[in-house]
Nanobody, 122 residues
Framework: QVQLVESGGGLVQAGGSLRLSCVVSGRTSSTYAMGWFRQAPGKEREFVAA????????RYADSVKARFTISRTNAKNTMYLQMSSLKPEDTAVYYCAADPVVVVPATPPRYWGQGTQVTVSS
C-alpha cells in the first residue's frame, strides 16, 4: 500500500555534499511522519533525522547536527536529506522511512525504502 523509493546516493569526497531524495507513493497521508536511518558496515541501523507530517518540526542525531538538513515537499510527496561536510564515518546505506504517527530513534517506523548507498572517501 505504501512504497518509498530513495535516490541520490553515490560516492563523494570528505567535505563534500550530497542530497538524498525519497518519494512516497501508495495509500499514504500527508500527515505521515518521515525520516532517515542509516546502517554502516558492521554497525546497527541508526537514526539520522526525522520530520513531522507538517514539515515544521525536525529532529537530528547528534552526529549529524549542523551538517544534515531534512525537509519535505508534501505536494510532491518527497522528502530530502541534504548532507554537507560529509565525513568517512557517514558512509552507510541510507533508508527512507515513514510512519502514520511518529518517526523517532527508539521506535521502528512502519514503512521503509530499499536504501541507497552513500560512500564518503577520505
Amino acid at each position: 500500500q505504501v512504497q518509498l523509493v530513495e535516490s541520490g546516493g553515490g560516492l563523494v569526497q570528505a567535505g563534500g555534499s550530497l542530497r538524498l531524495s525519497c518519494v512516497v507513493s501508495g495509500r499514504t497521508s500527508s500527515t505521515y511522519a518521515m525520516g532517515w536511518f542509516r546502517q554502516a558496515p558492521g554497525k546497527e541501523r541508526e537514526f539520522v533525522a526525522a520530520v513531522t507530517g507538517s514539515g515544521r518540526s525536525t529532529r537530528y542525531a547528534d552526529s549529524v547536527k549542523a551538517r544534515f538538513t531534512i525537509s519535505r515537499t508534501n505536494a510532491k510527496n518527497t522528502m530530502y536529506l541534504q548532507m554537507s561536510s560529509l565525513k568517512p564515518e557517514d558512509t552507510a546505506v541510507y533508508y527512507c522511512a515513514a510512519d502514520p504517527v511518529v518517526v523517532v530513534p527508539a521506535t521502528p517506523p512502519r514503512y521503509w525504502g530499499q536504501g541507497t548507498q552513500v560512500t564518503v572517501s577520505s
